[in-house]
């Protein structure tokens, strides 16, 4: 064991330089994917587990990628074990909400270049409320993942290529000046990632003028396009702290339809559960909170590097999405330094006077302050479909279970 | 005189609406402009008494222009009145720092749909400190404004017309979203130009593809390309504002070699006189506070409509730039609420819970209050070129002048 495991962790966290290198189909790049095989959020369930928005999302890729032509051809599948289900993070993914992946979904490919690990995330739908990754399924959903799949896809992938890749450290550094954090606010790093772009696809432009029009209008109207990226930048960040023996330090937070867990450094492959999380949300007109329902999620990951509610400071204008003031938001992100290792190194926030975001989160701090981590989430409602937004605590009882198994080690 | 002249100025002030709708030669789209004139920031002055960086941008422009052949040249046809000197505002223009138009000069030129005025700015020359505007003249800084003026600004141009025209106020109003203040920082909005020109630059490319690249290399490089637009459309917004009878808010805030002035609404073209403005600047490396030089200066007509040091809470990222800490940038701005009319009712402030920005400096209220508008500003060194950026306060003389001018009307 290193002196300071966690301190060692911290270290990875702030050194990983993530890296995206390509955009290609799952089932071509992610290790171990096959054919028969469907990702979905959270610790590991067994398929007759899986329930309400979460279990129709991955009844909906069964059918979207061909597996089965019904649903009740899907379930039975499923419910024989001709369709397998895994959990993302088992694959080096990572899943917003419902994260189902199948074999033919486009999947960015983010190399984290220090360490040799690579993290994957798959594209965002769109802006529209009800999308596959909130349990919804329909001809429309299914239009809207092959325009992606087939016209924006293929183009960034091919601008990535052209460009030798895209640095993603930079743009999420300065992303955090320009008011994202990252998680729930992409608006600026959206920007600069098609800023980064730019050359290669007007390149492409001058081969084809048309063929750009679909990425071009994905760019310019999805504020959250880049949060697939910080995702997948997250993902190889956290794996690249995992594995350390002896360290309390958070390398994945996820949702999943029966509750919290999370994963820690020095602990492996297990996960530690919990309950759901509590909510504060803003849910979109026409709305109520006894709607929430709980499908999926681990674009936590970002909170897990010190982004997202650990960089709440840096958002004032997230208010408007998911609600709440600027100064709980101030708060909230300044409560965070009291459960983590340390403060960024290159993730910083202007209204903390360049102060490093809170990174590195200790279960051990967690369970001896009482402070839950804060994180920014999307909301899903019983019906499928996203219905607001809001911020989300994560359970105690999954840090209380992962200190004691430290201490039992 | 209306019941309420300055909330009639006021609503005037947020009820404007700038459109980007050309960019030409100042000598063809400026009324009034001619062969002879060079344009420079501040009040009226003789020529003789130009004096420093300011008296060097003019003797530049004279060269850059043709209008004289050398230093000596220019100086004796300024002194025979063959090239003729005049204040930026008097043409609908507004100066960065020394401020220098020329005929050939291409200009901004954005339409106050409302209120019909127009109001006219001319291109950011670079990040280079050695600048025209900031009273150098060689052969570096006369390419730089040949490659501005021949191979930028034509395809902004060309984009601007092929999208019919830019909106500004949108792109401003995101702007304050995205850590801007739209004074002393662009970096959004230079990216939200950028994208709203996209479709365009994509289909320039599409016919001559190598013809975009001194644009978006400009416009990925220069984070305060979108100042001159700011300018521009501050201007026109100021302008729509002027001439309300018996109103004591200001309309334009100036900078000249011999001091500050400002113009009020009801007090027709006169300028209002005072001693040069207090800085707290932060200053390049290598460059000491004893070399700070007043050359001129109009960009403040940012503050004049609601932007700049008015909008400070929007953009803590400015510190890098200018000094200071984010709570003295909120304290400062919070205390411009003492001294406007109102709260813009576009232009909000999303770390103030979205609270409009003050605006419509009222002379009466400055006078009572003794609190001083507050100015984001580049700093200029004795030598020419720019050393550095700060906090100015315009000096209280303007504002007690300007006060009993008004008593007396």
Same mark, same amino acid.
């Given at each position: 064991?290193?002196?300071?495991?966690?301190?060692?962790?911290?270290?990875?966290?702030?050194?990983?330089?993530?890296?995206?290198?390509?955009?290609?189909?799952?089932?071509?790049?992610?290790?171990?994917?096959?054919?028969?095989?469907?990702?979905?959020?959270?610790?590991?369930?067994?398929?007759?587990?899986?329930?309400?928005g979460?279990?129709?999302?991955? #009844?909906?890729?069964?059918?979207?990628?061909?597996?089965?032509?019904?649903?009740?051809?899907?379930?039975?599948?499923?419910?024989?074990?001709?369709?397998?289900?895994?959990?993302?993070?088992?694959?080096?993914?990572?899943?917003?909400?419902?994260?189902?992946?199948?074999?033919?979904?486009?999947?960015? %490919?983010?190399?984290?270049?220090?360490?040799?690990?690579?993290?994957?995330?798959?594209?965002?739908?769109?802006?529209a409320p009800r999308r596959?990754?909130y349990g919804c399924?329909?001809?429309?959903?299914?239009?809207?993942?092959?325009?992606?799949?087939?016209?924006?896809?293929?183009?960034?992938?091919?601008?990535?290529?052209?460009?030798?890749?895209?640095?993603?450290?930079?743009?999420?550094?300065?992303?955090?000046? #320009?008011?994202?954090?990252?998680?729930?606010?992409?608006?600026?790093?959206?920007?600069?990632?098609?800023?980064?772009?730019?050359?290669?696809?007007?390149?492409?432009?001058?081969?084809?003028?048309?063929?750009?029009?679909?990425?071009?209008?994905?760019?310019?109207?999805?504020?959250?396009?880049?949060?697939?990226?910080?995702?997948?930048?997250?993902? &190889?960040?956290?794996?690249?702290?995992?594995?350390?023996?002896?360290?309390?330090?958070?390398?994945?937070?996820?949702?999943?339809?029966?509750?919290?867990?999370?994963? %820690?450094?020095?602990?492996?492959?297990?996960?530690?559960?919990?309950?759901?999380?509590?909510?504060?949300?803003?849910?979109f007109?026409?709305h109520?909170?006894?709607e929430?329902s709980?499908?999926?999620?681990?674009?936590?990951?970002?909170?897990? %590097?010190?982004?997202?509610?650990?960089?709440?400071?840096?958002?004032?204008?997230?208010?408007?999405?998911?609600?709440?003031?600027?100064?709980?938001?101030?708060?909230?992100?300044?409560?965070?330094?009291?459960?983590?290792?340390?403060?960024?190194? +290159?993730?910083?926030?202007?209204?903390?006077?360049?102060?490093?975001?809170?990174?590195?989160?200790?279960?051990?701090?967690?369970?001896? +302050?009482?402070?839950?981590?804060?994180?920014?989430?999307?909301?899903g409602g019983r019906d499928g479909g996203q219905i607001?937004?809001?911020?989300?605590?994560?359970?105690?009882?999954?840090?209380? &279970?992962?200190?004691?198994?430290?201490?039992?080690?």
């Amino acid at each position: 064991m290193t002196a300071d495991p966690d301190r060692a962790a911290f270290d990875r966290l702030c050194g990983s330089d993530p890296v995206l290198t390509d955009i290609r189909p799952a089932g071509e790049v992610v290790p171990g994917f096959t054919r028969d095989l469907i990702l979905t959020s959270g610790a590991p369930l067994p398929w007759e587990r899986y329930v309400g928005g979460q279990r129709e999302a991955i #009844l909906g890729a069964a059918q979207f990628e061909g597996l089965a032509a019904t649903r009740d051809d899907a379930e039975a599948k499923l419910a024989a074990g001709e369709i397998r289900v895994a959990p993302c993070h088992a694959y080096g993914c990572v899943g917003s909400v419902a994260g189902v992946y199948t074999a033919s979904m486009p999947v960015f %490919v983010v190399e984290n270049r220090p360490f040799g690990n690579v993290g994957f995330c798959n594209f965002y739908e769109g802006d529209a409320p009800r999308r596959l990754n909130y349990g919804c399924w329909d001809d429309i959903v299914r239009e809207r993942l092959e325009h992606v799949h087939e016209r924006v896809a293929p183009v960034v992938a091919d601008a990535v290529r052209r460009s030798g890749g895209i640095e993603l450290k930079p743009i999420m550094r300065r992303a955090l000046n #320009l008011g994202d954090e990252l998680h729930s606010r992409n608006t600026a790093a959206t920007m600069l990632f098609e800023r980064a772009l730019l050359p290669a696809l007007l390149d492409i432009a001058a081969e084809d003028r048309r063929r750009v029009d679909a990425t071009v209008d994905m760019l310019a109207s999805s504020d959250y396009f880049f949060l697939r990226l910080s995702m997948a930048a997250a993902k &190889a960040i956290a794996d690249g702290a995992h594995g350390i023996d002896g360290s309390a330090v958070v390398t994945a937070l996820v949702i999943g339809c029966e509750g919290f867990a999370i994963r %820690v450094s020095g602990l492996g492959d297990r996960w530690f559960t919990g309950p759901h999380a509590d909510v504060e949300a803003k849910l979109f007109d026409g709305h109520t909170a006894d709607e929430i329902s709980w499908m999926g999620g681990e674009s936590c990951i970002t909170e897990t %590097v010190g982004l997202g509610g650990f960089a709440q400071a840096a958002a004032p204008a997230l208010q408007g999405y998911q609600g709440g003031s600027a100064t709980a938001m101030v708060e909230r992100n300044l409560a965070m330094y009291d459960i983590c290792v340390g403060e960024n190194t +290159t993730f910083r926030l202007p209204y903390l006077d360049y102060r490093g975001t809170p990174t590195g989160i200790d279960v051990r701090k967690v369970v001896a +302050t009482g402070i839950r981590p804060v994180i920014d989430a999307g909301i899903g409602g019983r019906d499928g479909g996203q219905i607001g937004a809001g911020v989300v605590r994560a359970p105690m009882a999954c840090f209380t &279970a992962a200190a004691e198994a430290l201490d039992a080690a």
